[in-house]
């Protein structure tokens, strides 16, 4: 079936009135799935996607005016490119502000651009379904999905980053990413993307990225007021860090939660 639009409802928490105003739509069809995961319903939409060119977007998410057109028409300049990003821009509870992204770079070097700052977003790409299998979206992550996803497609296709505005995320400022299961989440990614790479710079890059992660994870913990979980996760970073730093960072820690503990809680 070669639909314009396809929907995989996910999960259990659904809105009848949606599915029913889908439902009446000539170009839209519904797939449903009893896991709520985002990554294992772009996998679903991938495997149904026939036409020549397949992209995603999330619910809560805005793809602008002509954003598909213009991918598509890169897309067919260059048949051997897999897959065209686009820039975006975010909104966090009404406040709208550029996707920062180095174009130049991005097309110089995509992977170690990467590494340095997630470029991929779920609406900010269009992709050749000749060239780009149901196979890379297999095993996917639980989070931090459109990373790993990036990380994959490097290793896979040529990638175009084009200078032009094409999608709008909406989130809050308590989003997911914001949670210890994120962070959490995060670095099982990371480890796994480690496991992938045979390039020792590569591993050197993720594995810092891994040490920052730990760090991150450890001063949330703190700021949570929980010292132990705080600490544990400091520990993590020796393997990643000279000694010298995770003294330094253990003796911030410290300091910051006794701080924390003098100061009045948040009402």
Same mark, same amino acid.
């Given at each position: 079936?070669?639909? *314009?639009?396809?929907?995989?409802?996910?999960?259990?928490?659904?809105?009848?009135?949606?599915?029913?105003?889908?439902?009446? $739509?000539d170009r839209v069809v519904? +797939?449903?799935?009893?896991?709520?995961? &985002?990554?294992?319903?772009? +996998?679903?939409?991938? $495997?149904?996607?026939?036409?020549?060119?397949?992209?995603?977007?999330?619910?809560?998410?805005?793809?602008?005016?002509?954003? %598909?057109?213009?991918?598509?028409?890169?897309?067919?300049?260059?048949?051997?490119?897999?897959?065209?990003?686009?820039?975006?821009?975010?909104?966090?509870?009404?406040?709208?502000?550029?996707?920062?992204?180095?174009?130049?770079? #991005?097309?110089?070097?995509?992977?170690?651009?990467?590494?340095?700052?997630?470029?991929?977003?779920? #609406?900010?790409? %269009?992709?050749?379904?000749?060239?780009?299998?149901?196979?890379?979206?297999?095993?996917?992550?639980?989070?931090?999905?459109?990373t790993f996803l990036a990380?994959?497609?490097? =290793?896979?296709?040529?990638?175009?980053?084009?200078?032009?505005?094409?999608?709008?995320?909406?989130?809050? &400022?308590? *989003?997911?990413? &914001?949670?210890?299961? +994120?962070?959490?989440?995060?670095?099982?990614?990371? =480890?796994?993307?480690?496991?992938?790479?045979?390039?020792?710079?590569?591993?050197?890059? %993720?594995? #810092?990225?891994?040490?920052?992660?730990y760090h991150g994870l450890?001063?949330?913990?703190?700021?949570? =007021?929980?010292?132990?979980?705080?600490?544990?996760?400091?520990?993590?970073?020796?393997?990643?860090?000279?000694?010298?730093?995770?003294? $330094?960072?253990?003796?911030? %820690?410290?300091?910051?939660?006794? =701080?924390?503990?003098?100061?009045?809680?948040?009402?």
């Open positions: 079936m070669n639909a *314009s639009v396809i929907v995989v409802v996910n999960g259990n928490k659904r809105s009848s009135e949606v599915i029913r105003y889908l439902e009446d $739509k519904i +797939y449903y799935s009893p896991i709520g995961s &985002a990554p294992l319903a772009q +996998y679903l939409g991938r $495997k149904k996607a026939k036409s020549e060119y397949f992209g995603f977007l999330d619910d809560d998410d805005i793809l602008l005016p002509n954003a %598909l057109l213009t991918r598509a028409t890169m897309l067919e300049k260059n048949n051997e490119i897999g897959c065209v990003v686009d820039q975006g821009v975010r909104n966090v509870d009404g406040i709208i502000t550029p996707i920062e992204m180095d174009i130049i770079q #991005c097309n110089m070097d995509p992977l170690d651009a990467l590494l340095q700052k997630n470029w991929m977003a779920s #609406c900010s790409a %269009l992709f050749s379904t000749k060239l780009i299998s149901e196979e890379l979206f297999e095993n996917p992550v639980e989070y931090v999905e459109w990380f994959k497609l490097c =290793k896979q296709t040529k990638i175009k980053f084009i200078n032009s505005v094409g999608f709008q995320i909406n989130s809050t &400022a308590n *989003s997911l990413s &914001a949670s210890d299961d +994120y962070r959490l989440g995060e670095i099982i990614t990371l =480890k796994r993307m480690v496991k992938m790479e045979s390039s020792n710079r590569v591993q050197e890059l %993720l594995n #810092c990225k891994l040490g920052n992660a450890s001063l949330y913990f703190i700021e949570q =007021k929980n010292i132990k979980k705080g600490l544990y996760y400091n520990f993590k970073t020796t393997k990643y860090f000279s000694f010298i730093r995770v003294l $330094k960072n253990t003796v911030f %820690l410290i300091v910051y939660f006794f =701080k924390l503990q003098k100061s009045k809680p948040l009402l």
